[in-house]
């Protein structure tokens, strides 16, 4: 693996999306490139500070319903352009 390819997987392994294929490899690159391994230690930094200082709110249920209704009609719609599509 080159530094190319290991920057851009990892905003995956940071978050535990790389296969186990690319994670080993991931991880070799690591252990043989410092600049990588000083850039993936920083990134894991910043991950953390941003999760301590994020501020998570519940939705209100009435927009939780809403957003739900919004689901449904757009895919009723789907289904309905769909058929109309297979009839035409």
């Known amino acids: ?3 190319k390819k290991a920057r851009v997987l990892m905003s ?3 978050d535990g999306e790389l296969t186990p ?15 990588c391994a000083e850039e993936f230690t920083e990134a894991k930094k910043t991950k953390l500070i941003i999760r301590e200082k994020i501020v998570r709110f ?6 939780v319903d809403s ?6 009609i757009s895919s009723r719609q789907t289904e309905e352009s769909l058929l109309f599509d297979q009839i035409s």
Request: proline share 3%; hydrophobic share 40%.
């Open 1 to 3: 693996m080159n530094c």
């Open 12 to 14: 995956c392994a940071l």
């Open 21 to 35: 294929k690319e994670e080993q490899e991931f991880q070799q690159h690591l252990s043989e490139c410092l600049a």
């Open 58 to 63: 519940k939705a209100p249920q009435s927009l």
């Open 67 to 72: 957003v739900l209704r919004l689901g449904i």
